[in-house]
């Protein structure tokens, strides 16, 4: 595959996320319905202990050299994300990609640097954001095992990466990738299932940015982190959640304030439950699958 085809797959995503950055509107009962489609639900410190054990079970994985997972076009029993490669291209990738480790917090790749490598996550949790004209951060996606970053346009990157906890990941050349997919015509078809992938997360981005009501946007958010648990095998009915409150309202377009007052209206009306700092689990699941499904209303998101 030519590398300026590499390059529109990459475009086509730049596109539908900036799209999503700014697309601040009024909720409809449409985007509410099509919620429960995009993002739906199925049926000491423990924040720490989790990323240690999330490391021990991928060790072998990450071994093995890159992986990519998606939900495929045909239908699945379960809903869950396939793997994408298998251990003859996965070998093939090893080879030209180097092992790198981020500790939390720390910079991947910045806004506008040479956009000479793409990333494939081995463990961990990234976040991607723009940087507005007046400092404010607009968070335009949050990214785990198996995905990909190195978004790009004209040769730079389009949007800023940053480790939200420990990152392992593996650091592709971009034009070594261009050579090894030339030769081995698969890999075109696993890189556009994964784009397609990450183009229906911007999708369900934009509805949740499109939700009037403060309550009912992180609602949308909590579903769509369990979808994606759910996606990754991830079974049980505790929710994670690695980032903190500063990038859940960086992600949802509303001030800290509005995303706490918010988190304690779930949580004093029994529908949600931490069950520690980053932990939380949903006690009513009917009321809150109709919070998801209702017309927005209620106290309106600030911008």
């Known amino acids: ?29 449409a985007a509410g319905r099509a919620a429960k489609i995009l993002c739906g639900l199925p049926g000491g410190d423990r924040d720490q202990q989790s990323e240690a054990a999330i490391s021990d079970n991928q060790r072998n994985a990450v071994a093995a050299g890159p992986a990519i997972s998606a939900v495929p076009f045909h239908e699945t029993a379960d809903g869950r994300a396939v793997a994408l490669l298998n251990e003859r291209e996965r070998g ?24 000479d490598f793409v990333y494939n996550i081995a463990a961990g949790v990234v976040k991607a954001f723009r940087t507005l004209t007046d400092g404010r951060q607009r968070i335009v996606a949050f990214l785990f095992a198996e995905d990909l970053i190195g978004l790009a346009e004209e040769g730079v990157y389009v949007n800023q990466a940053e480790a939200v906890t420990a990152v392992t990941a593996y650091r592709i050349p971009l034009r070594a990738l261009d050579n090894l997919a030339r030769t081995d015509p698969t890999l075109d078809y696993s890189l556009l299932l994964k784009l397609t992938h990450e183009l229906r997360a911007a999708q369900c981005h934009a509805l949740i940015l499109a939700r009037h009501d403060a309550v009912g946007r992180i609602a949308m958010f909590i579903a769509m982190l369990q979808r994606l648990q759910q996606e990754r095998g991830v079974n049980g009915d505790e929710i994670r959640l690695p980032m903190s409150r500063s990038d859940i309202a960086d992600y949802v377009g509303m001030p800290l304030s509005t995303v706490s007052r918010s988190f304690r209206s779930l949580i004093a009306g029994n529908i949600v439950r931490f069950t520690d700092r980053r932990h939380l689990r949903i006690i009513d699941r009917a009321r809150f699958e109709e919070l998801l499904s209702q017309p927005a209303r209620g106290r309106e998101a600030e911008p």
């Open 92 to 115: 093939l990738l090893a080879r030209i990609a180097m092992r790198v480790h981020f500790r939390r917090g720390a910079t991947i790749y910045r806004e506008g640097d040479p956009a």
């Open 1 to 29: 595959m030519p590398i300026n085809l590499i390059a529109i797959k990459f475009t086509l995503i730049f596109f539908a996320l900036c799209r999503v950055a700014f697309a601040l509107g009024r909720a409809t009962m």
